[in-house]
Nanobody
Framework: QLVESGGRLVQAGDSLTLSCKISGSTGSRHAMAWFRQAPGTEREWVAA????????YYLNGVKGRFTISRDSASNMVYLQMTSLENSDSAVYFC??????????????????WGQGTQVTVSS
């Protein structure tokens, strides 16, 4: 089970950290990721972290503003977001991949999903 938290209404330029708690049995774990989905749009991959070596990967539009991290001991994944923009408004989802399937940005790569947490950025 994946449970996200931390989403809320913020002002443009603010910072916000999202958390994802991993609980229960998810089997093996290759990586964790954050996706987001704004109304009327496709779910968009934002960032991923390799659970074993901590390597991180980002959507070009969030590089330098967002940081994904994991805490293996606590089974937590975080997304630190800075310099938030109106276009960052979306429901943010945490995702789990048991194995590497070739393409982090593709939704089918990820086998478990959380319910999402709403981030709204107002100007």
């Amino acid at each position: 089970q994946l449970v996200e938290s931390g989403g809320r209404l913020v002002q443009a330029g603010d910072s916000l950290t999202l958390s994802c708690k991993i609980s229960g049995s998810t089997g093996s774990r290759h990586a964790m990721a954050w996706f987001r989905q704004a109304p009327g749009t496709e779910r968009e991959w934002v960032a991923a972290v390799n659970w074993g070596n901590g390597a991180t990967y980002y959507l070009n539009g969030v590089k330098g503003r967002f940081t994904i991290s994991r805490d293996s001991a606590s089974n937590m994944v975080y997304l630190q977001m800075t310099s938030l923009e109106n276009s960052d408004s979306a429901v943010y989802f945490c995702a789990h991949a048991s194995y590497y399937a070739g393409a982090y940005p593709l939704a089918h790569h990820w086998d478990y999903w959380g319910q999402g947490t709403q981030v709204t950025v107002s100007s």
